[in-house]
């Protein structure tokens, strides 16, 4: 342990050196680049936990809280067979009780909510802050209605009647912007800088990628190895960063191999700006990356359209992609829905988009024969099995705050929040 009693240190990519954490987002030296936890533990325990506190010991957190929420891992033998794999394991994060998975908000944003919550109640009391148009709210708003934790949801106006938790207890304020969830990112963003508020840090918070990035520990648990090749669709790439830190701290271990996965990263067509970049093997997105006006809109996957990924900055996901000699892949929205009901007929638990969308690209690497057939394959599907959650549980919906316009006045937020 440190000598204020914490398992890990924190440091900038950038130059290696340490920095203070105190919940701490960017490098106080004004290093772009991520910062990195750097575990006391050299080799992974997995503790008796049955969530995903199990991995305490590789997350940035003193606190841990009771929730069924954790990353599970299994083997399809239905899905194996029909895609003609031998050694294809399965990460879900989502409602699917026979395979052990109990995250009722149906994504795998829960395991960054879970620790995001327990990071910042070691170092204050203060408020965490949300944008988002989907999943990464409701995730949140679930996991601080389940652990007593008070949040600030800012959402599209549109996206407003998609909140719902579990017997909702009051923790989540759910405050709606006219506009687009880049406006809803401004007005969020005007929050956080208020007293009593804190951002949730994105990409930049080492909780949130910890952990996502226990869905790779859990998938090498089971496997007893590093698997060969790691599929996941991506919107800001977060997830693929996760994977990527994860392996190199299970290579470090020396139990679980010395190869790092292949990340095998999918977006939705026409929506692609990092597979544009990747593929041209450029470090910068360009604005043609973004494709044709409205591009964004037209993906089956809304999830996976994020304008500003963290893809350029060091620790990002285009080092990520050459550390693994990564490989972006695309699905259309059709050949998403066609996996979706592959995935149906063979399991009891209806996948998010975004899982839809990596299975597709998967599909489709095995028919390319960019894959090995007897590879060890673990396919990351981040999502699923929220209508069947709904049908199992209470859920009442989050109730709106306020409706407010794009430029609302700081002394009229103040006042909602009160």
């Not at 109640?121 to 652990?147: H, K, L, M, P, Y």
């Not at 880049?182 to 929050?191: F, K």
């Not at 199992?392 to 705050?401: A, E």
Request: charged content about 25%; overall charge negative; glycine content about 10%.
């Amino acid at each position: 342990m440190s000598e204020d009693g914490r398992n890990y240190t924190l440091h900038c990519v950038e130059n290696g050196e340490q920095v203070e954490e105190n919940y701490t987002l960017m490098c106080p030296h004004g290093h772009k680049g991520l910062l990195r936890a750097k575990y006391r533990a050299k080799q992974l325990t997995v503790g008796p936990e049955e969530n995903i506190f199990r991995f305490k010991d590789w997350l940035p957190v003193s606190t841990t809280f009771e929730s069924r929420a954790g990353p599970v891992a299994f083997r399809s033998e239905g899905l194996s067979k029909e895609l003609g794999l031998s050694n294809l394991w399965i990460g879900f994060t989502g409602y699917y009780p026979e395979r052990g998975a109990y995250a009722v908000s149906g994504s795998f944003k829960e395991l960054e909510a879970l620790p995001t919550y327990a990071r910042l109640q070691d170092f204050s009391d203060d408020s965490v802050v949300i944008a988002s148009a989907g999943n990464t709210a409701r995730a949140f708003a679930e996991i601080g209605n389940q652990i007593g934790k008070r949040c600030v949801i800012v959402v599209p106006e549109k996206a407003a009647d998609g909140m719902t938790v579990t017997e909702d207890n009051g923790q989540a304020t759910l405050l709606s912007v006219k506009g687009d969830y880049a406006d809803a990112i401004a007005v969020a963003d005007r929050i956080a800088a208020m007293d009593g508020y804190v951002p949730e840090g994105g990409a930049r918070n080492i909780a949130r990628r910890d952990g996502m990035g226990t869905v790779m520990l859990e998938g090498a648990v089971r496997i007893g190895r590093l698997p060969d090749h790691y599929f996941q669709g991506v919107g800001s790439g977060t997830g693929g960063i996760a994977a990527w830190e994860a392996a190199m701290r299970l290579v470090d271990d020396g139990r679980f191999g010395s190869k790092l996965p292949r990340l095998e990263l999918s977006q939705n067509e026409p929506f692609t700006p990092m597979k544009r970049a990747w593929d041209a093997r450029r470090r910068e997105i360009l604005p043609e990356d973004l494709g044709h006006d409205g591009a964004v809109f037209e993906v089956y996957a809304d999830v996976l359209t994020n304008r500003k990924p963290p893809y350029s900055m060091a620790g990002g996901v285009f080092d990520a992609m050459y550390a693994t000699d990564g490989r972006f892949h695309s699905a259309t929205n059709a050949e998403a829905k066609e996996a979706e009901k592959l995935w149906n007929s063979i399991e009891n638990a209806c996948p998010n988009p975004a899982a839809s969308v990596a299975l597709a690209s998967l599909i489709k690497a095995v028919d390319e024969g960019l894959v090995d057939r007897d590879s060890c394959i673990f396919l990351n599907m981040t999502g699923g099995g929220l209508e069947r959650a709904r049908e199992d549980h209470v859920m009442d919906k989050v109730p709106v705050r306020a409706t407010v316009e794009k430029d609302v006045s700081d002394e009229e937020i103040r006042e909602l929040l009160a």
